[in-house]
Nanobody
Framework: QVQLVESGGGLVRAGGSLRLSCAAS????????MAWYRQAPGKQRELVAR???????NYADSVKGRFAISRDNAKNMVYLQMNSLKPEDTAVYYC???????WGQGTQVTVSS
């Protein structure tokens, strides 16, 4: 079964940190580029970060230096470490097998000022 399940969202104060996790079925994960996207209320969904199967990463300018994407190929997991969080990071965060229609259900991240 094709599956992506996010976890780790929550409420945090500005300046704080959260770590998101995405558990993927092997058929989705293995050998594929994985990514985190986010969607804030009233805004379009946007790319936050992606990581190739070989570990190459790229980030949205708004999160560079604060967020870090990583993957554990043995566990079929993708992570997003988010530091120095800002209120404008508030959104639903989604895991995706990039460039496909495979999305997780999303996890809410709320950053209070």
């Amino acid at each position: 079964q094709v599956q992506l399940v996010e976890s780790g969202g929550g409420l945090v104060r500005a300046g704080g940190s959260l770590r998101l996790s995405c558990a993927a079925s092997r058929s989705i994960f293995s050998g594929n580029t994985m990514a985190w996207y986010r969607q804030a209320p009233g805004k379009q969904r946007e790319l936050v970060a992606r990581i190739t199967s070989g570990g190459y990463t790229n980030y949205a300018d708004s999160v560079k230096g604060r967020f870090a994407i990583s993957r554990d190929n043995a566990k079929n997991m993708v992570y997003l470490q988010m530091n120095s969080l800002k209120p404008e990071d508030t959104a639903v965060y989604y895991c995706r097998r990039d460039f496909t229609d495979y999305w997780g259900q999303g996890t809410q991240v709320t950053v209070s000022s």
